[in-house]
């Protein structure tokens, strides 16, 4: 089967009913972003509360239009109360991709700092001294000058913001995938009301160590060309942020 054509064929052929979710989960995303901007922390309530259980409605709904359900509002909010109940509650592993994605993103940061760091540290005398007198404040305990000096230092905030743009998009990228590949638990849940989400996930994980290779392959097939208007908009919001207000905090 070649999952493209297949795709593009059920999508044609529910083009209406797919547009109505896809505006409707839209609009709730952006509320919630709306009030996350508000206060960040506000993200711990209504990713799990808003966004997650509306990301549900709209793959169960567009699962169940080829079934044979009428597009409503009303059916498509029947299913959100679901998503709080097992099986599906739990299914997209969203803890565990969120602990992986830091823990890259944080590594990745390291890494590619320490890297462009040491690149214009070797090419540029002048921004290596400026690094061994951050280095000799820091030794010396002088933290307010080290926070100015590392403040008004130009190079280090480019290097800051390219060190941002390359490990958040790997991060962005890989946490789609880890939340992709869990997607299709949700499909097992659904399917059989009687199970647990936890059993779900185990036959999700046992199933993936024998189709792993056929799984992916499938699933890249579908899902590669949504990476480049997402590095894009990745990259152009980082960008626009610190042309526009000049601020490195804001831009983090």
């Known amino acids: 089967m070649n999952i493209i054509k297949e795709a593009f064929k059920n999508y044609r052929k529910y083009l209406g009913e797919k547009l109505a979710l896809s505006l409707s989960f839209t609009m709730f995303v952006l509320a919630a972003l709306a009030i996350g901007m508000l206060g960040s922390y506000l993200f711990v309530i209504t990713i799990p509360l808003i966004v997650l259980p509306i990301f549900i409605c709209l793959q169960v709904a567009n699962n169940s239009i080829k079934d044979g359900m009428i597009l409503r509002q009303r059916n498509f909010f029947a299913i959100y109360p679901l998503a709080f109940t097992p099986p599906l509650f739990g299914t997209y592993k969203v803890l565990s991709i969120a602990v992986k994605s830091i823990l890259i993103y944080l590594g990745l940061s390291l890494l590619t700092s320490f890297i462009f760091l040491e690149i214009y540290a070797a090419n540029d005398p ?127």
């Open 126 to 252: 002048v921004f290596a001294q400026q690094i061994s007198d951050i280095v000799l404040l820091q030794a010396n305990g002088n933290m307010d000058e080290l926070i100015k000096a590392y403040e008004n230092n130009v190079t280090i905030a480019f290097i800051s913001s390219l060190s941002m743009l390359i490990s958040g998009g790997v991060t962005v990228l890989l946490a789609l995938h880890f939340f992709g590949v869990n997607t299709i638990a949700l499909h097992l849940a659904f399917s059989m009301p009687s199970m647990t989400g936890r059993m779900a996930g185990t036959m999700h994980r046992q199933s993936l160590k024998i189709f792993r290779k056929d799984f992916l392959s499938d699933y890249f097939q579908a899902t590669w060309f949504v990476a480049p208007p997402l590095l894009i908009g990745l990259a152009g919001g980082i960008l626009a942020t610190y042309f526009v207000t000049n601020n490195k905090y804001l831009v983090l």
